[in-house]
């Protein structure tokens, strides 16, 4: 079986409106921010929308136009901030 690498923007850009329609997307996350949890381009990882996150979950989010996952480490009200498993400080609102 021939693998397919696509850029991330356009790779997530059409995972996100699949997602908008209510399906499930499998796909294989790049880096290391999630480790050891997420191995990048070895784990697979479903993904599907969701209204509602809470502390703990790991979420799929485009910030400032690029796209991350990582755990949702704190939520005040509509502001969410997040933080990957393998970082020890980096944060994202």
Do not use: C, Q
């Not at 696509?6 to 908008?20: G, I, K, Q, T, Y």
């Not at 294989?28 to 703990?56: A, C, Q, W, Y």
């Not at 990582?70 to 609102?93: I, P, Q």
């Amino acid at each position: 079986m021939e693998k397919i690498v696509f850029p991330n923007n356009v790779l997530l850009d059409e995972a996100s409106e699949l997602m908008a329609e209510g399906k499930t997307v499998n796909f294989t996350p790049k880096g290391n921010s999630m480790l050891p949890f997420i191995r990048g381009s070895l784990d697979s990882t479903l993904v599907s929308h969701t209204d509602n996150v809470e502390v703990g979950d790991i979420v799929l989010a485009k910030i400032s136009g690029k796209y991350i996952m990582h755990r949702v480490f704190e939520v005040e009200g509509d502001k969410v901030t997040l933080m990957g498993d393998g970082n020890l400080g980096a944060k994202e609102h």
